[in-house]
């Protein structure tokens, strides 16, 4: 019997959904942070619950080739990454494994070895960075599966430039005595501090603030600008609300303009605080020149680009199909998804606010048969109701862009009656982390299955 704060020798011999270890006590299933499949470690037992039991490494006895040291000294504490301890290679074949193995189990398909695209550069990606700020004061990440900020000086995950401007304004915070935000008490004033770099390196700060104004202002603005000679703007967003939402609704901006332009796929993208942009850009681009080559088109093509956000997906292609129709149920994103086309020059192309079910009776009302579908849904998949709309629409070959691998293999066993998986490769669109984005293709059965 299993028990808390025990040390087991454990063989590992995978890994699980979240990159732990994956090995065997007595036939109960043990998930053990830092373990890497082949090693033989000592594990000491944390929780204990019904069907399984989560350990972490306590010693490992007989390493595996592929780990190496961590090079970062935050790992295991802050709750950003959960690769570091294995190399690259590893990191890929456990990402490609899980795709694979989700789809095989949850949706019923054989997908077959999944090629895994990996980066070019896995550190320095993120092009967008929201750090919360704690009393202390702290300015840095949550330590994982809590809400206690990690003062963190520079994260290899964001670029260069980011560390001094978060220096910089805790510096400031110290100087001019500015309290940091208590979520527990809902008292102080700086809640998040957000970068966003564009690919040219110029970068737009926001603060977050619990108020509508924060002490020397201008000593901020002084502050980051002369750390930063790529600062384009500094804006302040309101957000007094007792909520985890990061974002309120009311900015202003404190100095200079209040976005940033950027590009993706050759085409021109204009980035304020809130816009949606991958924020892993090189990799964004593999994702959409692999959706692309999916999609299959010849020119001929109606497109539908469903949860189609601000539109990257769909006007990627558009230069590829006859029309694109995007549907968006968040208004903003559709105003922005209109927007991006227009800037573009993007003639064939055309946005509608709702949901798949609302879309799919427009279209039938207006005698449009989508001949291809894309979708890139949240994390939580298709909506029964998505599912069965696109389904209804039967377009000749579906595409899915997915960001978990256990919903995209629920909506492929659900799709599967009459979409057979003839494709499935994954993006590492999320270096070290144990995230992984995945497209597949799903083409129309000649004769659907009862």
């Known amino acids: 019997m299993l028990a808390e704060q ?5 063989a590992v011999q995978g890994y699980a959904s979240e990159g732990q270890g994956v090995a065997r006590i007595d036939g109960q299933v043990v998930f053990v942070k830092g373990a890497l499949a082949g090693e033989t470690c000592r594990a000491r037992i944390e929780h204990v619950g019904h069907r399984a039991a989560w350990a972490h490494v306590e010693e490992v006895l007989t390493p595996s080739p592929r780990r190496v040291k961590p090079n970062c000294p935050y790992y295991g504490l802050c709750g950003g990454c959960q690769t570091r301890h294995m190399d690259y290679a590893e990191e890929l074949a456990f990402k490609a494994g899980k795709v694979r193995d989700a789809l095989a189990r949850v949706g019923g398909a054989d997908p077959g070895p999944v090629p895994i695209h990996g980066a070019a550069q896995p550190d320095r990606y993120r092009n967008k960075v929201q750090f919360p700020a704690a009393p202390g004061p702290a300015i840095g990440y949550f330590q994982e ?29 110290r100087r001019h005595r500015v309290p940091a935000y208590d979520e527990i008490t809902h008292t ?19 603060l977050v603030a619990n108020g509508r104004s924060l002490p020397q202002e201008d000593a901020l603005v002084a502050a980051l600008r002369a750390v930063s000679p790529k600062l384009i703007g500094i804006s302040l967003n309101e957000n007094t609300a007792r909520t985890n939402v990061i974002l309120g609704d009311t900015y202003r901006t404190l100095w200079g303009r209040d976005y940033l332009m950027d590009t993706l796929g050759g085409l021109s993208f204009r980035l304020s605080v809130p816009s949606f942009f991958q924020v892993n850009r090189p990799q964004a681009e593999a994702l959409y020149a692999l959706a692309a080559d999916c999609a299959g088109l010849t020119g001929a093509e109606t497109l539908l680009d469903l949860y189609c956000g601000t539109g990257t997906i769909g006007l990627t292609l558009a230069r590829r199909a006859k029309e694109v129709i995007g549907v968006e149920a968040v208004a903003p994103s559709v105003e922005d998804a209109r927007e991006n086309a227009a800037r573009n020059g993007v003639a064939n192309a055309r946005y509608l606010r709702g949901d798949a079910g609302q879309a799919a009776a427009q279209l039938a009302a207006e005698g449009v048969r989508p001949d291809v579908i894309v979708v890139d849904p949240p994390r939580k ?15 000749a070959r579906i595409v899915y862009v997915s960001c978990d691998p256990a919903t995209l293999a629920r909506d492929v066993k659900a799709l599967s009656p009459a979409y057979a998986l003839t494709r499935a490769e994954a993006v590492d669109m999320f270096p070290r982390t144990h995230h992984v984005e995945t497209v597949c293709q799903l083409d129309r059965r000649e004769s659907p299955l009862l």
């Open 381 to 395: 998949g298709l909506s029964p109701a998505a599912a069965e709309a696109v389904a209804a629409m039967a377009p």
């Open 6 to 10: 025990q040390v087991h020798t454990v």
């Open 145 to 173: 599966r809590t809400h206690r900020v990690i003062d963190v000086d520079d994260c290899r995950l964001t670029p260069a430039v980011c560390a001094p401007l978060r220096a910089a304004v805790l510096d400031w915070m």
């Open 188 to 206: 102080g004033l700086l809640r998040h501090l957000y970068l966003r770099v564009n690919s040219q390196g110029e970068i737009l700060v926001c």
